[in-house]
């Protein structure tokens, strides 16, 4: 049981120390928290009802002993019947007799006249030590006439604690003569003890509550917080995955309310998704529609010319006639050839949704990769190991490719290519950078790096950053870059991190 409360304690520290902000460590905090807060106002209202307590039963106790030596006192009186009582008459009446009476009632005695002075005490330390004075003051003197029967004051001397009660002494004809104060010293040893003693029969009880708490506390909020790890897990997935995945739990709780919502939640948005999917592949294609127009009417243009013109010159027996024959199927063949490639890059274009995910490494990729470009043979390669991204292998490739090539490209024909490709881990996330020495992006330019049928070069469609960006968005990343005119550009490229193969 000890090594049970001692490894329930060391997770508690932990939890609190290493995970505060946890839900399930916050509702095992606090249900200890709450339990040792009982425990502390439980003692707190048991030691003011001890105290309590203790100071109702001391002053019953100190009343009746003051009944019952006031009764001696009286019986002694009628017995003596004196006259003309004095401060002489009490000193002789109670020179023996008040120590007697002490004795047989196991306490201290002190009479004063009526004036508060001094006559005889039982224990003439009590009055030397001033735990008792030897006049009584002027205010307790009136209180006590005021009340007629007694005054019972509350004293500390020395971190002793008692108390003292005042009494007047009446004789056989029920005439006041004296003030009788009897001292009550035992006020805090039975207090104490009997609390001392209560709180020891209590701490095992309060060990065992603080166990069993203990452990009710762990599996509630292991069971409160389970239904959050799981969703929080299963939104991880799908973000990755880019796939809706409901939840699913058996009771009917608050919980599974949470649950209930947010797989309608899901099928709503996905809905939504395929609704909003459905409306930018509708704009998509009207927007490619446009582009393929623009650029297949480019080399039709000149194409329907030369057709017209060779057929208004052609003459079979022009002896220059084969000559022309062979330049103008030239001339048609490339403009062909350039409606195929145009052809081909808007096909890949349009294809881009359909992708065959797994688990890559993406470190082994990038090393691969670059070991097909010659002109990197000079550059700089820093790659983290074991970098795992959940994509598809040739989509990847593909983003590499025109990362290098656009990079090779950048650097003028009288400049040596500096390509440096680096790729680093980070908490989540895993970086790709390529950095060229070329002549950098003009601030004009930059707005538009990533739009189709964008591009800086005099040959190519411009679609192939268009391209890399749909891909890097498709995987959850993020591109962007950082460019500085006459001294390079670097691309950089965030993918979600997977921790490792599975």
């Not at 709450?34 to 105290?51: D, H, P």
């Not at 006259?83 to 047989?104: P, R």
């Not at 003051?137 to 971190?159: F, M, P, V």
Request: hydrophobic fraction near 45%; include cysteine.
């Amino acid at each position: 049981m000890a090594g049970f409360f001692c490894f329930i304690s060391l997770r508690l520290m932990k939890s609190f120390i290493v995970y505060p902000k946890k839900l399930g460590n916050r509702i095992y905090i606090s249900m200890l928290a709450l339990l040792l807060a009982s425990f502390f106002f439980i003692g707190v209202f048991t030691f003011y009802n001890f105290k309590s307590q203790n100071v109702k039963y001391h002053n019953k106790r100190l009343q009746r002993m003051e009944a019952s030596t006031l009764a001696s006192i009286s019986y002694y009186i009628n017995y003596k019947k004196p006259s003309n009582i004095n401060d002489t008459v009490i000193y002789q009446l109670f020179k023996y007799k008040l120590n007697e009476l002490a004795d047989i009632h196991n306490l201290d005695i002190i009479l004063y006249n009526l004036s508060g002075e001094l006559i005889l005490s039982s224990n003439k330390e009590i009055v030397q030590t001033h735990l008792l004075p030897n006049k009584l003051d002027a205010t307790s003197l009136s209180e006590l006439k005021g009340k007629q029967i007694r005054l019972i004051e509350r004293l500390s001397h020395d971190g002793t604690d008692y108390l003292n009660s005042y009494q007047f002494v009446y004789d056989h004809q029920d005439k006041a003569f004296a003030i009788i104060s009897i001292p009550y010293f035992q006020l805090n040893e039975l207090y104490k003890r009997d609390l001392r003693a209560y709180f020891v029969a209590l701490s095992p009880i309060y060990i065992f509550l603080f166990f069993i708490t203990s452990i009710i506390a762990f599996l509630l909020s292991k069971q409160i917080a389970e239904p959050i790890v799981k969703l929080t897990a299963v939104m991880k997935e799908a973000a990755v995955a880019k796939r809706y995945m409901p939840l699913s739990w058996k009771s009917s709780d608050e919980i599974g309310q949470l649950v209930l919502h947010y797989n309608f939640m899901v099928k709503e948005l996905e809905i939504s998704s395929e609704k909003l999917a459905q409306t930018q592949k509708e704009f998509a294609w009207k927007e490619m529609a446009k582009q393929v127009a623009h650029e297949i009417k480019n080399p039709l243009t000149p194409m329907k010319l030369n057709v017209q013109m060779f057929e208004r010159k052609a003459n079979t027996e022009d002896p220059e006639f084969p000559a022309k024959m062979k330049k103008f199927t030239a001339s048609l063949i490339e403009q062909i050839d350039t409606l195929a490639h145009i052809a081909s890059a808007f096909s890949d274009f349009a294809r881009m949704p359909s992708s065959n995910k797994d688990i890559l490494n993406l470190s082994e990729i990038v090393e691969n990769t670059i070991s097909f470009f010659d002109p990197l043979s000079s550059g700089i390669l820093k790659l983290d190991k074991d970098c795992f991204v959940f994509a598809d292998h040739n989509q990847i490739v593909r983003v590499l490719n025109n990362l290098l090539n656009n990079a090779i490209e950048a650097v003028p024909e009288n400049v040596t290519p500096m390509v440096t490709v680096s790729l680093e881990k980070g908490d989540h996330k895993v970086l790709l950078q390529v950095e060229d020495n070329g002549s950098g992006i003009s601030v004009e330019l930059q707005d538009k790096i990533f739009e189709p049928n964008f591009t800086t070069k005099t040959s190519g469609t411009g679609l192939g950053l268009a391209i890399v960006k749909r891909i890097v968005d498709d995987l959850n990343g993020h591109i962007y870059f950082d460019t500085i005119l006459n001294k390079g550009t670097t691309f950089y490229i965030s993918l979600p991190m997977l921790k490792q193969k599975a």
